[in-house]
């Protein structure tokens, strides 16, 4: 709601004429006392139900912050222990006695006879 100046003009002439020239300046300060009080309550309920507001969402990021970590741990560790289990079945599997003469290798081997 926007007023243009000829009906500010207006409404300022209808009060002076209402309550008289002598009045004007107690209206306005107690106008002005009233929109700053109003203004106040509004902002003291702003700021409460921002409070009210902003700490079920910390919570929830903080607890969302918390399980990313905990997830991120539990993958590391099942990591390591995935590679623990490699590295094991790596040597199990591996030769044990690598120096060992293959019978391609090796001249004397005479192999199996067949008669």
Do not use: C
Not at 44 to 64: F, G, H
């Amino acid at each position: 709601m926007e007023l243009s100046i000829g009906e500010m003009l207006m409404i300022a002439l209808a009060i002076i004429v209402l309550f008289g020239p002598d009045k004007l300046p107690q209206i306005a300060r107690e106008l002005g006392m009233g929109f700053r009080r109003m203004r106040g309550a509004v902002e003291d309920i702003k700021t409460e139900i921002l409070k009210e507001t902003d700490n079920p969402v910390s919570e929830i990021k903080q607890e969302i912050e918390k399980v990313k970590k905990m997830a991120i741990d539990h993958a590391d560790s099942l990591k390591n222990s995935v590679l623990t289990e490699e590295k094991t079945e790596e040597k199990i599997s591996a030769p044990k006695d690598e120096t060992e003469i293959k019978p391609h290798e090796d001249d004397s081997y005479e192999g199996s006879i067949s008669r």
